[in-house]
């Protein structure tokens, strides 16, 4: 995986004077691999969800059921996974769980019904939410020690792996069963964390940059810097709402309301992902021009626009047009949230937002189900556009945020050129 923004030191002696140490730098590169193997494998599952829909006789509610098992299996790991990286290192926990995703992925295709395919997801959704918040801790430390705002490159990589999932997913989706997608999708990832693993294995977690900077990130925030990490983590949730939802439901609205081709109906997601992925890989021109809080009010308005063509057009076309309108609106909301929510309170805020955020991601689905059993299916979707205008609401309401960051030590040392300065 080429490295996203090429990395400088924040070492004194003047601004990118030197490269990033060669631990540094591998370490950074394991972890774009690690988000970029999360998103492959996640969506090499959600298209071949409609196949395994049939397959299972589920009709829109039992499968929304059966999709809550992957956030009952997240939520769940989500709580414990921050136990298990402060004891054993958030690395191991990387590699772990990226193995237990691997073998887990298998599972669903081998169900027969919505009961078995509910239990079989709550391992994968454990295996998912473990991975998700143990490599966000250790980019977390990485970033602290680097002191530089590169959390958008790894979120970038994960919508990257997410495009090149959903890609292949659609061009082997009329040729290969579930069965063996999915199990070759557990080859590869085994392959992927035996080269990938020993990196995080052998390298330590940074350590801050400074003893003094430590300690101010591990106060707690203010009363109201603490209310504007909730704040932004409700933005994450608002978009990654939307990630979640076109990830699990829209190849099906494409294939069932559209009657599209199931390849066609599985590329709808890998459009919206290489929307997603070159809105965040060019996120930091963006920002830079428009600044933050316009950034989030141009994101959630475009995404909001662009979800309610995708799920009310009536051809496939213009659906697959308002599925990348929606990516790139969505792109970097959940990176920026995450960011303000960190020069609020440090990593811990980024911690907040970011599982809030998930728990969008994964709670989504399962309510975008019982939707459309009892409306439609594109009805439900519109949801999204909801959302994405309430991201946008929250986020021009938030746009005063500094003077909470002034009452938060933990943010009072952010390195220079963090996102929102």
Known sequence: MPQVNKLRTALPGGPGANTAPPSSARLRTALTVFFALDGFLFAGWVVRIPAIKHQTG???ATLGLA?????????????????????????????VCGVLLSLSIALPARTHSALALGLVLLVFGAAYGGMNVAMNSAA???IAALRRPVMPS???????????????????AGGLSPATHLLVLTGVGLLVTAAAGPVL?????????STADAAEVA?????????????????????????????????????????????????????????????????TVLLERLGQTRTLVAGGTTAAAGMLLGSLAPTTWSALLGFAVTGLGLANIFPVAVGRAGELAGP??????????????????????????????????????????????LGYGARNAAHAREACPAAQKAPPGSPGR
């Not at 999709?67 to 590699?95: D, E, I, K, N, Y």
């Not at 790894?154 to 082997?172: P, R």
């Not at 990630?243 to 294939?255: K, M, S, T, V």
């Not at 937002?353 to 689905?365: E, F, K, Q, V």
């Open 219 to 283: 106060r707690r925030p203010a009363g109201r810097a603490r209310r504007m990490v909730l704040l932004f983590g409700v933005i994450a949730l608002c978009t990654a709402y939307g990630e979640g939802a076109l990830a699990d439901w829209g190849a099906l609205h494409l294939e069932q309301d559209l009657h599209a081709h199931p390849g066609v109906a599985a590329a709808g997601y890998s459009l919206f992902a290489l929307a997603m992925t070159a809105g965040r890989l060019s996120g």
């Open 154 to 172: 790894f979120h970038a990589a994960f919508s990257l792996g997410g495009m090149v999932g959903a890609g292949l997913g659609g061009l082997v």
């Open 348 to 393: 811990g805020g980024v911690a907040a937002a970011s599982t809030l955020g998930y728990g969008g991601m994964l709670l989504g689905p399962p309510a975008i189900g019982f939707l459309a059993d009892w409306f439609s299916l594109p009805l439900a979707l519109t949801t999204v556009a909801l959302l994405a205008t309430a991201a946008a609401a």
């Open 201 to 209: 294995l052998r390298t330590p977690a940074p350590e801050p940059v």
């Open 58 to 60: 589920a009709s829109a």
């Open 67 to 95: 999709l809550l098992g992957v956030s009952a299996g997240a939520v769940v790991t989500m709580m414990l996974t921050g136990r298990l990286c402060r004891r054993f290192g958030s690395h191991p926990v990387t590699v």
């Open 140 to 142: 977390v430390d990485l």
